[in-house]
């Protein structure tokens, strides 16, 4: 059974604060994605992985930056918080480019004041 | 890129009636079409999903069908249940993994 965990279901920053998202998979997937959710607007993606040390730009990645280091490993990083910023953040992983599943973790509810 | 549109943005369905939700999308290359089911708090999981080169699947109450020409793909669910309370999803993904998610349907099946 595949399973995505991210660091903290909850986390409230400071404006102007760095910001670390962690998320781990113990599936050897190769794909690795971060998502931002909001009422209304769905899921929106902010930076994807094909590979370890790889990352590619979602939709919305201003604001953000990324690092995968290890294949299980997929850090999202918020280098000056902002208020609106404030989000649930969704990572996700999946078993290879071509059109599979990706399995999500439990989403990190972070408030920046 | 592609370009995803998911109506309605909120559903209410008596127990026992079906409920439709429809997408759309922008770019032909897509060719693999996943429905997600998010419950209040909890992650979201695949539900269901389909590839371009079948117009139709099903499992249990829960169909999709996709039409290619005009680029639209819908979810079915028959005799729905409370416990099918939930957001909705719909993707496409085409060559390169990334999914690009409809705005999501709320629905909401009243016992």
């Known amino acids: 059974d595949v399973k995505v965990t991210q660091s903290s279901r909850y986390l409230v920053k400071r404006t102007g604060e760095k910001v670390f998202l962690e998320c781990v998979q113990d599936?050897?997937?190769?794909?690795m994605f971060w998502y931002r959710q909001d009422p209304g607007l769905g899921l929106r993606l902010i930076y994807f992985?094909?590979?370890?040390?790889?990352?590619e730009k979602g939709d919305i990645p201003e604001g953000y930056s990324v690092s995968r280091e290890k294949k299980e490993r997929f850090s999202l990083i918020l280098e000056s918080a902002s208020t609106n910023q404030t989000s649930m953040y969704l990572c996700?992983?999946?078993?290879?480019?071509?059109?599979?599943?990706?399995?999500f973790g439990p989403g990190t509810r972070l408030t920046v004041t | 890129g592609e370009n995803v549109e998911q109506h309605p943005s909120t559903l209410s369905v008596q127990e026992g009636d079906s409920a439709v939700i429809k997408c759309t999308y922008s770019?032909?290359?897509?060719?693999?079409f996943p429905w997600y089911k998010q419950e209040l708090g909890k992650r979201p999981q695949l539900i269901i999903d389909?590839?371009?080169?079948?117009g139709e699947k099903k499992d249990q109450r829960i169909a999709v069908t996709l039409n290619k020409t005009a680029k639209h793909f819908s979810l079915h669910i028959t005799e729905t249940q409370p416990e099918d309370s939930a957001v909705y999803f719909c993707?496409?993904?085409?060559?390169?993994?990334?999914?690009?998610f409809g705005t999501g349907t709320s629905l909401t099946v009243i016992p």
């Open positions: 996700a992983s999946s078993l290879s480019r071509w059109g599979y599943e990706q399995y």
């Open positions: 599936m050897d997937h190769e794909n």
């Open positions: 992985s094909y590979d370890v040390k790889m990352k």
């Open positions: 770019d032909s290359a897509s060719n693999y």
């Open positions: 389909i590839r371009s080169n079948v």
């Open positions: 993707a496409a993904c085409g060559t390169g993994n990334q999914f690009y």
